[in-house]
């Protein structure tokens, strides 16, 4: 579950590394939508863009900080900051996103059913994730459902 709580955190990173003009906020959300579409993901640009203006000034200046490897974790948002970038994710399109939690689940080896998670990410929002990596609430205990630990163990 802790690998799979990275990824939904990392996912994050997709969105950290282009450049533009006008406010802070203009310029994150410029910078997101760059780096969305580099990496093939499709970004509702409008969604991008309200998401953005809702950050705070210092949340901004913070996010354009980062640099290609930092972590958001270490970016020193405030929760309503943190909240709200991850609410960028809601602009994207999730499946690509979903399709690497499932290959980092596959790479630790664990048993789980991949209709499961599939299920367990659908219409989940984002924003919800907390600054600590926790998963909003009561999805936790439907990826648990997912996953066979007995398999893992040997049982």
Known sequence: M?????????AVLIFTACGG???DQDEVALRLIAEARR??????????KDVAGKLSDDDAEKVLALGDDDDIDD????????STALGVLNCVDTSG?????IEELRNTGVAFDE????DAFDGVDFSQFT???QLPDGMEDSLFECVDLTAELGS
């Open 97 to 101: 996103f979903v399709d690497q939690a």
């Open 21 to 23: 003009g006008g406010s």
């Open 115 to 118: 209709q499961c998670v599939r």
């Open 2 to 10: 802790k690998k799979l709580t990275l990824a939904a955190c990392a």
């Open 39 to 48: 990496d093939g993901l499709n970004a509702d640009e409008d969604c991008v």
């Open 75 to 82: 970016a020193g948002l405030s929760e309503e900051g943190f």
């Open 131 to 133: 600054a600590d990596g």
